[in-house]
């Protein structure tokens, strides 16, 4: 395969860019005359009205105009701007498509927190997880009145023996 001197790429690559120019001004030529034709087709010369009731026939005619216009535009926006909401919920349709894929079922595990720990951590790190390893063992005593807040019985017949004056009375006196 013959490759082209860079002389012979240059002198190419500016023929092709003086094509492109010639093609560009053709075409900006031609929509300069588009844009005449349409005006003159649209639009007709604009005649001045001589009296006033032709002055307001005009200006309403014009309002009438804008108003048919004014109510396209909106309806055109209203179209585009649903056509851009439709793209961007493919757009999002498309990257959550693309993005899933089947997860494995997970089976359950029975693990202790020193393995979980180690298997988060890694094997450097030696974590126990035995807390009640470092506390001091207390021995609860007993106490008498606790034996007979325990030992109240029947918490009805305990209600019946202070219920009325007289079981007040029996209260304050069991007190002092």
Known sequence: SKRMS?????????????????????????????????MEEHCPPLSYPSSKDELQALCRDLHEKIDVLDEERYVLEHKAIMVVNEVIDLNIKIIDLKGKFKKPPLKKVRMSADAMLQALLGSKHK??????????????????????????????????????????????????
Not at 131 to 156: C, M, P, S, T
């Open 6 to 38: 860079s002389s012979k790429k240059h002198a190419l690559k500016g023929q092709m860019l003086l094509v492109a120019k010639d093609l560009l001004d053709a075409e900006d030529i031609e929509k300069k005359e588009e844009r005449k034709r349409y």
């Open 127 to 176: 974590v126990s997880m035995d807390l009640r390893a470092n506390l001091k063992q207390v021995k609860k005593e007993v106490k008498e009145e606790d034996k007979e807040l325990r030992d109240v019985g029947d918490w009805r017949k305990n209600i019946e023996d202070k219920s009325g004056m007289g079981g007040r009375k029996k209260m304050f006196e069991s007190e002092a």
